[in-house]
């Protein structure tokens, strides 16, 4: 396993540009996951898709943020009109979900840092 | 909701002694609990897991931690620490529903290893 790759590693951009995050999970991991992590805080659920079906949205993700995974292997996070409030790092994980239920092994990526000046 | 509760945002301790880190758990069903640690500007690995069996849990770098429920508690230890200990650790419990391993964090405990 080549692991979870992310890309860009790092961004900074203006207020009001839009951005977006690449994420590679790991081969044959049919789950992905996007959390937001702010400084001094754990990461907090975005977003989840099964392949390619996006099954579950936080109520963070508000209508600026669009997630896809089209064929259900590398998925982007877009964020539109960026605020500073956004300024965080996107981690994006893969899983399995060989086994049913939870329990399954979520492996992280390295994250993606964004800084809204 | 589920729920977890880090006690003491920092904990820093000498190298070679106990590391004790506490975490408590919030949940209304059999929760399956996670040990994540993070180095600087990088994402999370996991250390160890509970979901069933087997309360004692090894992990990877020498950790274990202990699922009690009596307690509603999932404290990582270790007993020496070494300097590449120092790092982020977050408690974390996993959401039940079928199909979806979504992870709920604490907030974080800092370990500092003192020379």
């Known amino acids: 396993d080549t692991g979870v790759s992310q890309d860009p590693r790092h961004k900074i951009t203006k207020r009001g540009q839009n951005v977006t995050f690449r994420c590679d999970p790991i081969s044959e991991h049919n789950r992905l996951y996007w959390y937001r992590q702010t400084l001094g805080q754990g990461p907090e659920f975005l977003t989840y898709?099964?392949?390619?079906?996006?099954?579950?949205k936080s109520r963070l993700l508000s209508d600026r943020f669009s997630a896809e995974r089209p064929k259900g292997s590398f998925s982007t996070l877009e964020i539109q009109r960026t605020e500073q409030g956004d300024s965080a790092m996107y981690l994006c994980?893969?899983?399995?979900?060989?086994?049913?239920?939870?329990?399954?092994?979520?492996?992280f990526g390295e994250g993606s840092w964004l800084t809204v000046v | 909701a589920q729920s977890v509760t880090q006690l003491g945002s920092h904990v820093s301790v000498s190298e070679g002694a106990l590391v004790l880190l506490r975490c408590n758990y919030s949940?209304?069903?059999?929760?399956?609990l996670f040990w994540y640690v993070q180095y600087p500007n990088q994402g999370l690995q996991l250390l160890l897991k509970y979901t069933t069996g087997a309360t004692l849990v090894k992990g990877i770098n020498g950790f274990e931690a202990e699922f009690k429920k009596s307690e509603t508690s999932f404290h990582l230890t270790k007993p020496s620490a070494h300097m590449s200990d120092a790092a982020e650790y977050f408690c974390?419990?996993?959401?039940?529903?079928?199909?979806?391993?979504?992870?709920?964090f604490g907030t974080g405990t800092r370990l500092t290893i003192i020379p």
């Open positions: 994980a893969s899983s399995a979900g060989r086994t049913s239920g939870p329990g399954n092994t979520i492996y």
């Open positions: 898709f099964q392949n390619e079906a996006q099954l579950e």
């Open positions: 949940s209304s069903v059999p929760p399956y």
């Open positions: 974390a419990v996993s959401d039940i529903n079928f199909g979806n391993e979504k992870l709920t």
